[in-house]
């Protein structure tokens, strides 16, 4: 019973983050060059003990839905699944010296903001480097291309910490 609960709202995060994206989140753009992928919240705040496979069809089908929405051909699912590739030893890096909980998710109020702000500037540069590059295809306009990672990362990265800041639970929840 309590798999369910946690599947069911697993799925839930899964809408919430996908609809906000889609419905909401795509329209800002800033500078003419930074975009939002608000929907890679859901894969960075996944429990840390999911297991690596999970992570990854996860990232393929949160990645293939976006794809589905923008026509981009795979884009978005290749650099999601490199993201859900990497987390893994971004987080054998960064793991405290105590370990995780399986339970835990990414929180900045539970890992604290330095290993928060490392842990999302990582795997986010690690996704928009990923995709951008994919979405040039060549390197004619690299620096336009590093630029729209620049100003996306920032944008990903200050919308992600803003829902953790409002959204996520300040205290563990007792098991």
């Given at each position: 019973?309590?798999?369910?609960?946690?599947?069911?709202?697993?799925?839930?995060?899964?809408?919430?983050?996908?609809?906000?994206?889609?419905?909401?989140?795509?329209?800002?753009?800033?500078?003419?060059?930074?975009?939002?992928?608000?929907?890679?919240?859901?894969?960075?705040?996944?429990?840390?003990?999911?297991?690596?496979?999970?992570?990854?069809?996860?990232a393929?089908?949160?990645g293939?839905?976006m794809?589905?929405?923008?026509?981009?051909?795979g884009?978005?699912?290749a650099a999601?699944?490199?993201?859900?590739?990497?987390?893994?030893?971004?987080?054998?890096?960064?793991r405290?010296?105590?370990?995780?909980?399986?339970?835990?998710?990414?929180?900045?109020?539970?890992?604290?903001?330095a290993?928060?702000?490392?842990?999302?500037?990582?795997?986010?540069?690690?996704?928009?480097?990923?995709?951008?590059?994919?979405?040039?295809?060549?390197?004619?306009?690299f620096?336009?291309?590093?630029?729209?990672?620049?100003v996306?990362?920032?944008?990903?990265?200050?919308?992600l910490?803003?829902?953790?800041?409002?959204?996520s639970?300040?205290?563990?929840?007792?098991?």
């Amino acid at each position: 019973m309590k798999e369910l609960g946690l599947l069911l709202g697993q799925a839930l995060r899964y809408a919430l983050y996908t609809l906000v994206h889609v419905f909401i989140i795509s329209r800002l753009v800033l500078f003419e060059a930074g975009w939002c992928f608000f929907y890679l919240g859901f894969l960075l705040f996944l429990p840390l003990g999911t297991p690596v496979v999970v992570q990854l069809l996860l990232a393929f089908g949160t990645g293939l839905t976006m794809d589905i929405f923008y026509d981009t051909g795979g884009l978005h699912a290749a650099a999601a699944v490199l993201l859900a590739a990497v987390r893994p030893a971004v987080l054998r890096l960064l793991r405290p010296r105590d370990g995780y909980d399986a339970a835990d998710a990414a929180n900045v109020h539970y890992m604290g903001p330095a290993w928060f702000l490392t842990y999302l500037g990582v795997l986010v540069l690690v996704h928009h480097l990923a995709f951008f590059l994919l979405e040039l295809g060549s390197f004619r306009h690299f620096g336009f291309t590093l630029e729209k990672v620049g100003v996306s990362w920032a944008f990903t990265c200050v919308a992600l910490l803003i829902v953790q800041l409002l959204f996520s639970p300040v205290r563990r929840s007792r098991q």
